[in-house]
């Protein structure tokens, strides 16, 4: 079903200075009915304020932290048309952005210092005198040249003083209820050790950056682990836990470990990852068992989510757990990552692992982006307080040194638009393909290949099983910059479901769950133990239709009628395939002057693929992409990073 196209919004009374912005269409109903709220609860709000508040609020939704006074409006120009039904991908705005009446940024500046609905804080000094004003409300803060929602304003904060606290601690420096103070204390001799049993000697000339990493973790209480996909981020993570558990076990004192990820698909997968290492390293027996009796969760569920606003640990309720490894970190939020820093008990370790370069998080914030910041540039060492905890791994070991997914995602990474058309056109290698949509003899030729493929996931479910047709609905799939529009994931649904029935005796797509339809879930479901990302197959079994979906346990059996949020899963947005790997991706990207396109959805659609690769675009919407990259409005790398 294809949601109902968003209507204008009616501005609420004394906001009429939203006008023109809500003609333009910038705004939606939200963030002028937020700073309707402001004008009533605020007399005297000036129009400068309301103007701020309504843009703070339409930020967040574009995964802005804040609005930078300076830049606002180049801000609003790239990211305002979103993905939405009823508009073609290439829509343009219905007016020209710097037609708009922006303020003037120094007076709009001025304004906002004096105005009752603003705290004013000055960046190098504490909270402004009139922040203490006590029964005031002031939904805003103005920091600096940024203007923040006054509770982002307080995640970022939190964020940014609890990692530089982390990153400060060193594991000698005694700590309340610090479970390996003592065992690191003994020496660097037995770090040594340890990392030679796990990493082996350190005899080469040049750095090995995984045992670099290890050693971070071994005696400091922030880990970032950072690098793109193959570069051995999961094989280094089970081999420092290792390490964590060796000396653990040589102090005689219990290890408690924690692993998550933002969803339930990319725990599952860090689970497998982290497993498979174990198994595939020659470690003790009582590491061994340790790592393997740990399985991944979300973070949702490891802070104790309930009755959906709030958590069961915080600092007044602290995790238990001596150590807290988050993956695809690039996921997080600004708000959720305040939450999980809150609740690490003093003395924790927490250790970060992702890409920097892919797509961060759909909601507000781009923490992990802030958090690595200059060490992304791998010439220049960074000078900072957090300089000492990230390690950035290079070494790709996932593909071969020639190949030519990873020349292409390096040449993307890099921003470098001639060095990738040069590789899709000629790098003479099968795992790289390019099609042109006007090309229609190719697009018709791609097409049916994709078909072809869906196909085999039919048949496989109808006559192999759930295990054959789970493994072959990740050999081939079509991840799409949007879900509306001629490329879009909707679309691409649509052609599969018309074509399905003409390829596979029996089959008929006019049910909702028919045999052989691969569906993915959208909403955590705790109850049913199914979160956002999940996915699955829709089988026979019995006289029953019921949903296939892999489990740590093995395969599970669902009703349809317990999932409560799904769709079908023949295509998927390149957002929701992070943490996902596919045998062969399909990179399908919408017409050059989509909003969308952007250097990190190019680069993260690109690594999804572990053999094979196919880009659907033109070259005006490939170079669009790579000359784009996001750039999140946020302080938190300055906040991190201020010499």
Excluded at 224 to 238: D, M, R
Excluded at 272 to 280: E, K, N, P
Excluded at 406 to 414: G, K, N, S, T
Excluded at 503 to 512: C, H, I
């Amino acid at each position: 079903m294809t949601p109902a196209a968003t209507n204008t919004p009616v501005l609420p009374v004394g906001t009429a200075v939203l006008a023109p912005f809500v003609e333009a269409g910038i705004f939606r109903e939200a963030d002028v009915q937020v700073a309707g709220a402001v004008a009533r609860t605020v007399p005297g709000t000036s129009d400068d304020a309301l103007l701020a508040t309504a843009l703070c609020v339409r930020a967040l939704q574009l995964g802005h932290v804040c609005v930078e006074i300076m830049e606002v409006a180049g801000t609003i120009a790239i990211e305002s048309q979103d993905d939405r039904p009823g508009a073609d991908d290439a829509t343009e705005p219905r007016a020209t952005i710097d037609d708009l009446p922006w303020p003037d940024p120094t007076s709009w500046a001025e304004a906002l210092r004096s105005s009752d609905a603003v705290t004013v804080r000055d960046p190098d000094s504490g909270d402004a005198p009139n922040s203490i004003d006590k029964g005031v409300i002031r939904p805003l803060v103005f920091d600096g040249e940024r203007v923040y929602l006054e509770r982002y304003w307080r995640y970022e904060r939190q964020v940014g003083d609890l990692l530089l606290t982390q990153s400060n601690r060193l594991s000698n420096e005694p700590a309340p209820h610090s479970d390996l103070a003592e065992a690191v204390e003994a020496a660097e001799a037995a770090i040594d050790a340890v990392l030679d049993q796990f990493f082996g000697p350190d005899n080469s000339n040049q750095p090995d950056l995984q045992r670099q990493a290890a050693r971070v973790a071994l005696t400091r209480r922030l880990t970032v682990l950072a690098g793109g996909p193959g570069t051995g981020k999961t094989h280094t993570v089970a081999r420092l836990l290792a390490a964590l558990h060796q000396l653990a076990l040589n102090d005689d004192r219990p290890l408690q470990v924690a692993l998550a990820a933002p969803t339930g698909k990319a725990a599952a997968r860090m689970t497998d990852a982290v497993h498979q290492a174990v198994a595939d390293a020659n470690m003790p027996e009582a590491a061994t068992q340790a790592l393997l009796a740990n399985e991944a969760g979300t973070i949702h569920r490891l802070l104790g989510y309930r009755d959906g606003i709030s958590f069961r640990h915080d600092h007044t309720n602290p995790l238990p757990h001596d150590v807290v490894v988050v993956d695809e970190t690039s996921m997080v939020a600004l708000p959720l990552m305040a939450r999980l820093l809150d609740a690490l008990r003093p003395g924790a370790r927490v250790v970060l692992v992702g890409d920097p370069f892919q797509l961060a998080s759909v909601e507000a914030g781009a923490v992990l982006g802030d958090v690595v910041g200059p060490a992304t540039d791998l010439v220049a060492t960074p000078d900072g307080p957090l300089a000492d905890s990230i390690v950035v791994l290079q070494q790709v070991h996932r593909f071969a040194v020639d190949s030519a997914i990873a020349a292409l995602a390096d040449a993307v990474r890099a921003g470098d638009a001639d060095r990738a058309i040069e590789v899709l056109t000629d790098s003479g290698s099968d795992d790289v393909q390019w099609v042109n949509p006007t090309d229609r003899a190719a697009l018709g030729q791609l097409r049916r290949m994709i078909v072809s493929g869906a196909a085999d996931v039919a048949r496989a479910a109808r006559e192999g099983g759930a295990g054959h047709a789970l493994d072959r609905a990740v050999d081939l799939k079509v991840l799409c910059g949007t879900r509306f529009g001629p490329l879009g994931s909707y679309a691409w649904r649509d052609h599969l479901e018309r074509q399905l029935p003409k390829l596979v005796q029996g089959l008929s797509t006019d049910r909702r769950y028919y045999i052989g339809c691969p569906v993915i879930i959208t909403r955590n479901d705790y109850l049913t133990g199914v979160f956002n990302g999940d996915t699955g197959i829709v089988i026979q079994d019995a006289d029953r239709t019921v949903v296939a979906m892999p489990g740590p346990n093995g395969i599970r059996l669902l009703l349809p009628s317990q999932l409560a949020a799904v769709e079908t899963w023949w295509a998927m947005t390149i957002h929701k395939s992070q943490g996902s790997e596919f045998a062969h991706a399909v990179v399908s990207l919408p017409d050059a002057r989509s909003r969308v396109l952007t250097r990190e959805l190019l680069y993260t659609g690109i690594t999804r693929g572990k053999e094979k690769v196919t880009v659907l675009a033109t070259e005006a919407a490939l170079r669009r992409a790579i000359d784009n990259p996001v750039a999140r409005a946020s302080g938190l790398r300055a906040r991190l990073w201020k010499p």
